[in-house]
């Protein structure tokens, strides 16, 4: 019973409350009225309870307990909470008043209470408890960062926690209360049932679906609760516990984010999509339902209930055991589940690289900009935007229709290899503006190698190297690979360096690197199943080839004829058989050999040359003027960019500005090329001169640590690992003065704090970094980038590359030399003062960054509070106009010509050091086959081998230390992560056969152990 009392002698009764639905004594239902109370027994509490607190005089808030006998009707006295209690808010609503309030009234002399007869319950009002906790784990609490908080209109929703919030778990799991108030007890149980259908929170396991649950028991919706129901309801969750991660298994959807390219968010999504929606079709999936992407290993997971999956992609001899032991499932395959059985899928047999796995209605995690698609790299996206890893559970979604899908046919189903061929379009960059026409014969003539550093970023290859029509790439970079700045399409094939590397779905949408041909989007798969080791030769193909292509790989999840997909009359007559289905084999022909890369030219109002650079069949690279750095080319990409956006194209994904390009991500089979050059062309003829342009331009002031201890450990990683002579080692900011020809390291501070730096596209290293350049050219120091490069770049790190500044928006590879390190450029959950527009990234076109020094614990003062609003950065709005600074160009042209004289001199003179030195040939260590094999193994020992190819990056356990079965011993660098190397037995390690930085084969033997076993013997 709810009591208030003035402390002098009133008291007042407010109704009571049923608080029976408890698990552990802990109550997870309250109500107002109570169910099944007699008007008679409902008196004889109130009296009870208001008698007792005027004999004490009582004052402010209270709760009177009581045990009810469900049989007799008799109340006993339990105890007295002198407080206010959780359930509050259920008699404030059926009462309609607020008695916080009064308690802070009665605090203060002069409050009076209302009389009794004036205080009326109106209606039934009912509250659930929200927790932190797993119901299919004994309700085991749960912890971690929440990725979507969402209640329903319509509820009273009480609760501190919002997206991004971490529930720790040292304190009470209690998350939210949601309260309705319903003319009766019915109503107020739909009410919530249907809020909670419309609620959810990710990122932790809540109650949220077991409270469903007790408002569907019919104990509980005919008022029969007691405080052991819970203990005897049937609750069984419609989720998966996941025993063990595997090797980054991931959930993904097709076709994952589109439409954020210009500011930097990949699309992530399935790497090999085919096999992904393969095994969605078996189910009878939408395409876009999310599946669990298992790399290398795969991942083993326990059913809470019975469902249906499907395995498609590499075979990772799955198994599934239960009550009636063993069975091995199939792959390309649907398959039943019985609830209580157990999933464990084992590394891959055979070649692949990656398997997807389907579960019937899809996996049911949050959309993150429109995809539930992971982004590790980005931490968003997916189940806690992370790989799934011991104790994560996942949830599915009810099987809509439940029944599976007619087999497919057998022909559907790729065949993988050792060796792939894979279908491109020349371009593009190709010979002879980048290359010599023997490197573009070199290119398609090479059986390529994958590097063992590759990941859902990019796919390395190794192979001969180009010999290049060009000796640098000027402003862009010392390297004739480097180019400024430009938009990459997913599946381009860009030499950083001379290492070439097959942009993945993780990978950058902005870079500075030469792309001489782009896979065709029939083939894009494929990268998904490139294996360390394989080799990989690209075939050119013509358009026809690849719509053709296309075609037959849609027709196997058509409902219909697969002409709605495209028109195979346009194919070579060999090309496509009406009966043909599934993934094709490329071929080479005369006509694909000859395609070029360039296809076709314009200009912009008569004085700006204009080339369409063809992108694979689906991106197109429109670029304006010379290879130069010029602002004014810039204007004219944004001014093109304006108007394709306002003729809304049919077709068109999205558009990314690049330095003097601009690239469209289109759908070839709603708008062929050909036809969108046509559009540009037209569209070109009408713009506008942007002589008077003005743009809305901020100026962002952003503190930085000047060569702060993270990059150092950056560059010291990749002296360990990849390059140990580099000529930017061990010191970026001296390799900056060097090149540049200045007299000391302080004037490279002094430019770098001086400059105002204008952003001229996002995106360049993810989400939102911003490539920018000094607005004065005095200002513009020119580097050239890591060859090969990193692979790894703390988050936020601030480095220049050719004649262009970045701000790293988040851990990953990258190029360009350090400076030191700012504060984030983007920001996963919420919006501050300083991210604003509901927009998670901080920085627009065209702004101006300005930088001032903090010392590093500053700087990490500043990162700690700035996602959180308890930092901001100063944001000026100004404009910018290009006629002012064409004639601030003229006025100052003499200084500015100096200046780049003596800049062109000193880069001119590292290239001849690296030259006479032989570092201009760098050639990359690759393991030698058979290493460590003639090493002659002890009596009593064994030999310890890598589980993945890879390059060693740390050693932990001198010769000599005591290890125990399960150590960590060494960490291995592949596919960009970082994997423990184990020891196998207890014993003693005798001797280390590789080194750190060295590069290993899988399988090659790398230590030497003796075992404890033999000791003791």
Not at 93 to 104: A, C, K, R, S, Y
Not at 337 to 348: K, Q, Y
Not at 671 to 688: F, G, H, N, Q, W
Not at 954 to 969: M, R, Y
Request: with cysteine.
């Amino acid at each position: 019973m709810q009591i208030f009392g003035d402390g002098r002698g009133n008291v007042v009764s407010l109704g009571e409350r049923d608080c029976s639905v408890q698990r552990r004594n802990q109550k997870v239902i309250e109500e107002t009225p109570a169910p099944g109370l007699s008007a008679s027994t409902r008196q004889a509490l109130a009296d009870t309870a208001v008698r007792l607190a005027r004999s004490l005089n009582y004052l402010s808030a209270g709760t009177v307990e009581y045990v009810l006998d469900a049989d007799s009707g008799a109340f006993y006295f339990l105890e007295v909470n002198t407080r206010l209690q959780v359930e509050h808010g259920v008699t404030e609503l059926v009462f309609g008043v607020d008695l916080v309030e009064w308690m802070i009234r009665a605090a203060a002399p002069g409050f009076d209470l209302p009389a009794q007869a004036s205080l009326q319950a109106h209606g039934h009002a009912m509250q659930l408890r929200v927790y932190a906790e797993d119901p299919a784990k004994n309700f085991q609490p749960s912890s971690g960062v929440l990725t979507a908080v969402t209640f329903a209109d319509g509820l009273r929703v009480d609760t501190w926690v919002e997206r991004g919030v971490t529930v720790s778990p040292f304190y009470d799991p209690l998350l939210a209360k949601l309260l309705v108030k319903r003319d009766d007890r019915a109503a107020s149980i739909a009410a919530l049932a249907d809020g909670l259908a419309l609620s959810r929170i990710d990122g932790i396991e809540t109650n949220l679906a077991y409270l469903a649950s007790i408002l569907a028991y019919p104990t509980f919706q005919e008022g029969r609760q007691i405080t052991q129901m819970l203990a005897g309801m049937p609750y069984r969750a419609r989720t998966v516990d996941i025993l063990e991660g595997g090797i980054q298994s991931t959930v993904q959807d097709h076709p994952g984010r589109l439409g954020l390219w210009a500011v930097g968010v990949p699309p992530s999504g399935p790497m090999d999509a085919y096999a992904h929606r393969y095994a969605n079709h078996l189910l009878g999936n939408d395409t876009a339902a999310a599946t669990v992407e298992m790399t290398l290993q795969g991942a083993s997971m326990r059913f809470n209930c019975a469902t249906t999956i499907a395995l498609a992609g590499a075979d990772m001899q799955a198994v599934v055991s239960g009550i009636d032991g063993k069975r091995s499932l199939a792959n390309w395959q649907a398959h039943t589940i019985a609830a209580g059985e157990t999933l464990r899928c084992a590394s891959i047999a055979g070649a692949g690289l990656r398997a997807y796995l389907a579960f019937a209605g899809g996996i049911d995690v949050p959309a993150y900009l429109g995809s539930r698609a992971t982004f590790t790299l980005g931490n968003f996206g997916g189940h806690g935007g992370r790989a799934l890893r011991s104790g994560d559970v996942l949830k599915l979604h009810t099987a809509t229709p439940p029944a599976v899908a007619s087999a497919t046919a057998g022909g559907a189903v790729p065949s993988y290899s050792h060796a792939w061929d894979i279908a491109v379009h020349y371009g593009p960059h190709g010979a002879p503006d980048f290359f010599t026409d023997e490197d573009i014969t070199m290119f398609f003539g090479t059986d390529w190698q994958v590097h063992f550093n590759s990941s859902r970023t990019g796919v390395r290859l190794i192979g001969p190297k180009p010999r290049w029509a060009r000796t640098d790439g000027g402003e862009a970079g010392l390297h004739p690979s480097n180019i400024h700045d430009n938009a990459y399409a997913i599946g381009s094939i860009d030499f950083t360096g001379d290492m070439p590397v097959i942009l993945g779905p993780d990978g950058p949408s902005l870079g500075g690197f030469v792309c001489p041909a782009v896979i065709v989007s029939a083939d894009l798969w494929k990268i998904g199943q490139l294996k360390p080791g394989d080799t990989v030769r690209f075939i050119r193909v013509t358009e026809e080839r690849a719509a053709a292509m296309r075609v037959r790989l849609e027709a196997v999840f058509a409902a219909g004829p697969a002409d709605a997909a495209g028109d195979p009359s346009t194919a070579e007559p060999s090309d496509i058989e009406a009966s043909d289905a599934g993934p094709s084999t490329p071929r080479a022909t005369p006509h694909g050999d000859a395609a070029p890369a360039v296809i076709g030219e314009g200009a912009y109002r008569n004085e700006t040359r204009v080339v369409y650079r063809r992108a694979g069949d689906d991106y197109l690279l429109v670029e304006f003027g010379d290879l130069v750095l010029d602002i004014n080319l810039r204007f004219r990409v944004h001014a093109l960019m304006q108007a394709i956006e306002q003729a809304q194209l049919k077709g068109v994904i999205d558009l990314t500005p690049g330095i003097r390009s601009l690239q469209l991500h289109f759908d070839h089979r709603q708008l062929p090329a050909t036809r969108l050059v046509a559009l540009i062309d037209e569209l070109m003829s009408k713009l506008p001169s942007v002589d008077d342009i003005v743009v809305p331009s901020r100026i962002v002031h952003l503190p930085l640590a000047w060569n702060d201890a993270q990059t150092r450990l950056a560059i010291q990683k990749y002296q360990t690992t990849v390059r140990p002579d580099a000529p930017w080692c061990p010191s970026n900011i001296e390799f900056i003065q060097r090149i540049n020809g200045l007299a000391s390291v302080q004037e490279v501070y002094d430019v770098v704090f001086n400059a105002s730096y204008m952003v001229l596209g996002l995106g360049d290293v993810y989400l939102g970094a911003p490539v920018a350049t000094p607005i004065d050219p005095r200002h513009r120091l020119v580097t050239t980038k890591y060859n090969p490069a990193r692979t790894w770049t703390p988050e936020n790190a601030v480095g220049i590359g050719g004649a262009y500044l970045c701000v790293y928006g988040m851990e990953g590879p990258g190029g360009y030399q350090f400076v030191g390190r700012t504060v984030q450029m983007w920001n996963r959950y919420r919006q501050t003062d300083s991210f604003r527009d509901s927009k998670p990234w901080l920085l627009r076109f065209f702004d101006q960054i300005r930088f001032y020094e903090v010392s590093e614990e500053q700087l990490l003062e500043h990162r700690r509070d700035f996602p959180l609003g308890r930092f901001d950065i100063r944001i000026e709005e100004t404009t910018f106009s290009l006629a002012d600074y064409n004639r601030f160009l003229a006025e100052q042209g003499d200084a500015i010509a100096a200046f780049k004289e003596r800049q062109q001199n000193a880069f001119d003179a590292e290239r001849e050091r690296w030259i006479a030195s032989g570092q201009a040939d760098f050639a990359a260590d690759e393991a030698a086959a058979g290493a460590g094999e003639e090493a002659e193994l002890p009596a009593g020992s064994a030999f310890l081998s890598a589980v993945v190819p890879g390059s060693v990056w740390k050693i932990l356990a001198a010769p000599g230390a005591q290890v125990a079965e399960g150590d960590t011993i060494a960490i291995f660098e592949s596919m960009k992560m970082e994997i423990p190397l184990l020891a196998t037995a207890p014993g003693e390690l005798v001797e280390w056969l590789v080194s750190e930085g060295m590069p290993v084969n899988g399988g090659q033997r790398i230590a030497i152990i003796k075992q404890s076993a033999f000791n003791e013997a």
